[in-house]
T-cell receptor
């Protein structure tokens, strides 16, 4: 079991650019959540996808969008990048919308310059 | 909105000493509670969770946490720590009255174990 896999592991982008991060959930899981972890902080919930729809959203602007595919994998898109978007982006998967155990990937380290 | 407060940002201890990492959450509504551990340059690993039932929950590597509803706390303890326990520890809460399972995390506690 490969667990939750994220790609790429590291990424450097310029202000104003757009970025796409990818996540494959753990085998058997159908729900994907995305979190942003700034340096020295706890992860902050961005949104959750279940049955290819955004089900719950945290306090993030519309520049942050996502998608879930029929195979349950997911993408996180961030437009018009700001320096403050530099962070570790974590994907978590679980089973069912009310799943109580989330498994996290290793994360994608995004640096905006 | 839910919030989580981890009362200590850094906890330095010596090997084989006991340790307690403190966590308080904001609301008395029904919640699930979690402790996650993060090693350098890695994602988060679930350490233990409280969903219902016994208020004392244990992990396989000797950590335990006690849910205290009246104090809205979920402190993590270990009677004897090892060097390998050095990591960042995050307390998290999930509001079970809401759809979905968004986790609200504290800012983390850095546990540093030295010999």
């Amino acid at each position: 079991d490969a667990g939750v896999t994220q790609s790429p592991t590291h990424l450097i982008k310029t202000r104003g650019q757009q970025v796409t991060l990818r996540c494959s959930p753990k085998s058997g899981h159908d729900t994907v959540s995305w979190y942003q972890q700034a340096l020295g902080q706890g992860p902050q919930f961005i949104f959750q996808y279940y049955e290819e729809e955004e089900r719950q959203r945290g306090n993030f602007p519309d520049r942050f969008s996502g998608h879930q595919f029929p195979n349950y994998s997911s993408e996180l898109n961030v437009n018009a990048l700001l320096l403050g978007d530099s962070a570790l982006y974590l994907c978590a998967s679980s089973f069912g919308q009310g799943g109580t155990e989330a498994f996290f990937g290793q994360g994608t380290r995004l640096t905006v310059v | 909105a839910q919030s989580v407060t981890q009362l200590d940002s850094q906890v330095p201890v010596f090997e084989e000493a006991p340790v307690e990492l403190r966590c308080n959450y904001s609301s008395s509504v029904s919640v699930y509670l979690f402790w996650y551990v993060q090693y350098p340059n890695q994602g988060l690993q679930l350490l233990l969770k409280y969903l219902s039932g016994s208020t004392l929950v244990e992990s396989i590597n000797g950590f335990e946490a006690e849910f205290n509803k009246s104090q809205t706390s979920f402190h993590l303890r270990k009677p004897s720590v090892h060097i390998s326990d050095t990591a960042e520890y995050f307390c998290a809460v999930s509001d079970i009255t809401q759809a979905g399972t968004a986790l609200i995390f504290g800012k983390g506690t850095t546990l540093s174990v030295s010999s």
